[in-house]
């Protein structure tokens, strides 16, 4: 289990938290919650609750996030949206999580199956680790803004609607030079069904991307450094594409 939380600590760079506070939180944890009748899923969610209220606040946010990941990753599965529910797990603990098989089953049942879709371990071996930092960032064009809105700051007071433009940048990059960067987009939900994507294409050399929000729904964007044939770091931005409720 242990090994499973660094994977989430290592998924979520900017999370504050040390290898051994990791080691101690489970070992606390499974003297006082383990039960050997409850799943991989259950125990994993379990162990995000217990220490949400542990935690200093700066990393609130990301157990928070942890756990409503959790819960959506167990009632896929519930379901039997095994494809689902893995992308969930793979969103926690990264892309080393196992990838549902992709097979006849999971594209009939499964309306967020990309056929496209590719995975940057497939195509570059992944060395990451914190030597390099990422992070990239998000502005937005939103019918009520006369400027560019940085995404995160909109969505602390606003939600992001459909056919808004996305322009995606590399905040800070600490890799060096010569270097490579790719960029991913994925679509979820019915409304993009004809539209999943998933494909990680390079850069055209202005370390940017600029998309549109055509359909409600969760999305992500990821973008990849890679060199020397390796990928050497990487970031995410998850894109909630909403209407007004």
Known sequence: MSRMMKSWKRNAPSLKMKSFEIENYVIDF?????????????????????????????????????????KKAMTFESKGKYYKSSEQWRKIFGDKFPKWKKSVRVKSIDEDYSRSEEYIEDLFTQDLNSRFKLKIGCNVTQSGFQQKTPLIELLKRFILKPQKKLEFYIQNNTVPKPYSVYWKVRNFGIEAKDDLRGEITIDKGFNNKTENTRYRGEHYVECYIIKDNKCVARERIDIPVKEDE
């Open 30 to 70: 499974l003297r006082d919650k383990y039960d050997e009748s409850l799943s991989d899923s259950e125990l994993s969610k379990l162990f995000f609750e217990y220490i949400s209220n542990k935690v200093i606040w700066d990393n609130k946010t990301y157990v928070e996030t942890a756990i409503s990941r959790s």
